[in-house]
């Protein structure tokens, strides 16, 4: 996918937009796994930090 997103930007002579990286169109399942680690690394910081998360 990145190759594919570099040679798109060579070909056409568009410059890269970071803010284009969080309109890619994820597969549902994707998502929820991602999600899911998030909420889990947030719990573990919080949780890092002494705060209890129920």
Known sequence: MILTAIYQMI???EVWNPSDLY???LPEMLKE???SI???QAT???E???LTVA
Do not use: E, I, W
């Open 11 to 13: 070909f056409t002579g």
């Open 23 to 25: 309109k890619v169109d």
């Open 33 to 35: 796994k991602q999600l």
């Open 38 to 40: 998030a909420v889990k």
């Open 44 to 46: 573990r910081f919080l």
């Open 48 to 50: 890092k930090q002494g």
